[in-house]
């Protein structure tokens, strides 16, 4: 286990608008806004054609192949994630959502792109005093968050 402490800071209040994708404008936003790290929890709707990773094709295997999925169908949304910067200070995101319609639910992150279906609240509670980043290690090939 690897551990570090942060306090917190603002707190901001978004809505995200139809057809935004999740990441990048939380990722401008932070950017924007001088947010370094945070937290954030998301509500809201997925359109369709939106992609989630839902993991590794092979459990432990090397290299690691992620697997997607495309919604099909506009979905219900909820999700939390963390916000780091990179090795370059850039802010990323780190999101996992569930996304449901009638009675299935797939849950994945974010990161190959989550279209909003009209609206998608976020809380993003900002971390200060943090040295916190992700780096990229290469043993997984993943730029994995160093406390």
């Excluded at 994708?21 to 939380?26: P, T």
């Amino acid at each position: 286990m690897k551990f570090s402490q942060a306090k917190q800071g603002r707190t901001f209040i978004i809505r995200l608008e139809d057809g935004d994708i999740i990441h990048r404008e939380i990722e401008k936003f932070a950017q924007t806004h001088s947010v370094r790290a945070g937290f954030l929890v998301v509500l809201g709707g997925a359109d369709t054609d939106s992609t989630l990773v839902v993991g590794p094709k092979a459990g432990r295997s090397k290299p690691i192949v992620p697997m997607k999925h495309l919604l099909d169908n506009v979905h219900e949304v909820t999700g939390t994630g963390t916000l780091f910067p990179n090795e370059k200070g850039e802010p990323v995101l780190h999101m996992h959502v569930a996304c449901g319609r009638k009675k299935a639910t797939v849950t994945g992150c974010v990161r190959e792109g989550v279209r909003v279906w009209h609206v998608l609240e976020v809380i993003l509670v900002e971390l200060l005093d943090t040295s916190a980043v992700r780096a990229f290690e290469p043993d997984s090939g993943f730029e994995l968050l160093r406390p």
